[in-house]
């Protein structure tokens, strides 16, 4: 029996999402950026409407103005953090050189329901404060995927100094602003090639209805990295977590082709009473965003029925693959979000660890893990080829 499934092509991030990215962010305060990201994963659908107000999910180009801002005190908060006063750059309806872009396809977190939730307002200025789309990655790689045109760290910093100088001219908080000052001047001091390579650019969110999109940094003391051009080695690497969320139960899949498989063919074995009506399916090629259930000759099909959630990637074009890892450095992304149960982890984390990729087209190398958001065991993908015919 199939289920409804639906389908969402977005594009392949040049550095693929592993297990390592996934599973709960502890909310702490850190100098130095987590190796854990908190991303929920679910692929928000179309504009929702309530009393008359239409909200724009996907802008016409795909893009969104954002504002920039670096926190000043160089940690990394968690991705609900709202002390403004620590950042510099300049506020919403303030012209200032800390614009830039995001894209709104990316495949974001999603906190609140617009429908229901954007109502939520600030009791002393009457703002909306919710927290709509995200993605928070405390070492920097991911949110960078979202991001299509950051200012320069130079443009924000100079703006702050003016604002300062002014603040201080007009005697207003002289002590604390020119220890901010002292601090604007240090950094300013410093290359354009350190600035921009030191930057973690952290959390890329929407929050709130008059508030838009926010993307928030902080300078750290070794580089960040960055997607790179170097072409990743032969393979297809599948990564199936347990995310953990309060509300409803996900297992992501993230199946990364590198290699002339021709087809990928895997299976999670839930219980069928335990799988819930539709899957979000992505394809990321980098940055490069697509819609439709195929994308030059790739096929994505998630069946649901008693053996489970089976997902079958078919079409695969290994000139396509070669052009993508020559110009990318990493070849296709399949991302799927199945949605089950939530009232039973281990239940369910017992099924998700016995999931296998079934056949591939052609003979390669599979590697990946099995991981899961509540349980600190994880396990290597199995390859189960079924017996030639006789």
């Given amino acids: 029996m199939k289920k409804l499934v639906l389908f ?8 693929a999402c592993t297990h390592e990215y996934m599973g709960q962010l502890d909310v702490v305060r850190t100098n130095l950026p987590d190796t854990r990201v908190y991303v929920q994963g679910h692929l928000v659908g179309e504009p929702a409407t309530k009393s008359g107000l239409t909200w724009p999910y996907v802008s016409p180009d795909g893009w969104e103005t954002a504002r920039f801002s670096i926190r000043a005190d160089r940690t990394v908060p968690d991705y609900m ?37 954007y109502e939520k ?3 002393k200025t009457g703002n909306n404060i919710g ?43 002289v002590s604390s602003n020119q220890a901010k000052l002292d601090d604007v001047n240090a950094l300013l001091a410093n ?14 969110k929407e929050v709130g209805m008059k508030n838009g999109w926010h ?64 899957d979000g399916v992505n394809v990321r090629i980098y940055k490069d965003y697509f819609t439709g259930t195929e994308y030059e000759g790739l096929t994505i099909t998630v069946t649901h029925d008693q053996k489970g959630v089976t997902i079958a990637i078919e079409g695969i074009n290994a000139a396509k693959i070669d052009q993508y890892k020559a110009d990318f450095g990493d070849g296709l992304t399949v991302e799927v979000q199945s949605f089950c149960k939530n009232d039973d982890a281990a239940r369910i984390w017992d099924a998700v660890k016995r999931s296998a990729v079934v056949t591939t087209g052609k003979p390669c190398t599979v590697v990946g893990k099995i991981s899961s958001g509540y349980f600190d065991d994880s396990y290597d993908v199995k390859v189960i080829d079924p017996p030639a015919a006789q």
């Fill in 8 to 15: 969402s092509l977005l594009s392949v991030a040049l550095l």
């Fill in 81 to 117: 953090d709202h002390s403004s006063a620590l950042y510099y750059g300049r506020k919403p309806g303030v012209d200032g050189n800390n614009r830039g872009k995001v894209y709104t396809n990316f495949p974001y977190g999603h906190y609140n329901d617009r429908d229901l939730d």
């Fill in 121 to 123: 307002v600030d009791k």
């Fill in 131 to 173: 927290l709509f789309r995200y993605v928070f990655d405390p070492k920097g790689v991911q949110t960078q995927l979202a991001i299509k045109e950051a200012p320069t760290v130079r443009a924000i910093l100079e703006d702050e100094k003016v604002d300062l100088e002014k603040l201080i001219a007009q005697g207003k908080s």
């Fill in 191 to 204: 290359s354009d090639d350190y600035l921009q390579s030191h930057i973690l650019w952290y959390v890329v």
């Fill in 215 to 278: 993307v928030n940094g902080t300078l750290v003391p070794d580089p960040v990295p960055v997607p790179g051009p170097d072409t990743v080695a032969d393979n297809v690497e599948v990564d199936i977590h347990q995310q953990v969320h309060a509300d409803w139960a996900e297992i992501k899949t993230s199946v990364h082709v590198r290699t002339d498989a021709e087809s990928v063919v895997l299976n999670i074995p839930l219980a069928f009473e335990d799988i819930l009506e539709g």
